[in-house]
């Protein structure tokens, strides 16, 4: 069993900063786990937003966040972070922990946090 809890969420200004965390825990996590996030604003399909190797070397970003947003984890807390800078209104969704082997990451990603809202006003 995997469980992802995100927290960080919540209201801001545009061109303001969140981070958000992704602890994942469980007897069937692994530190080689790719982990990332996907995000989901109503009526819109869940997108990709970014993930990282097990080993941090690798990071890959949706064109939409380069340059401002930032994801990093700690393998020693099970946890991934996703900085997010100069926020705008396009980015509210839900957000939305995910990880999984690297092979899954091309197809289905198997595991998933509850999600957490970011809202940025302008």
């Known amino acids: 069993q995997v469980q992802l809890v995100e927290s960080g969420g919540g209201l801001v200004q545009a061109g303001g900063s969140l981070r958000l965390s992704c602890a994942a825990s469980?007897?069937?996590?692994?530190?080689?786990?790719?982990m990332g996030w996907f995000r989901q604003a109503p009526g819109k399909e869940r997108e990709f937003v970014a993930r990282i190797s097990w080993n941090a070397y690798i990071t890959y970003y949706a064109d939409s966040v380069k340059g401002r947003f930032t994801i990093s984890r700690d393998n020693a807390k099970n946890t991934v972070y996703l900085q997010m800078n100069s926020l705008k209104p396009e980015d509210t969704a839900v957000y939305y922990c995910a990880a999984d082997r690297s092979s899954r990451w091309s197809s289905d990603v198997g595991y998933w946090g509850q999600g957490t809202q970011v809202t940025v006003s302008s």
């Open positions: 469980g007897r069937t996590f692994s530190s080689s786990y790719v």
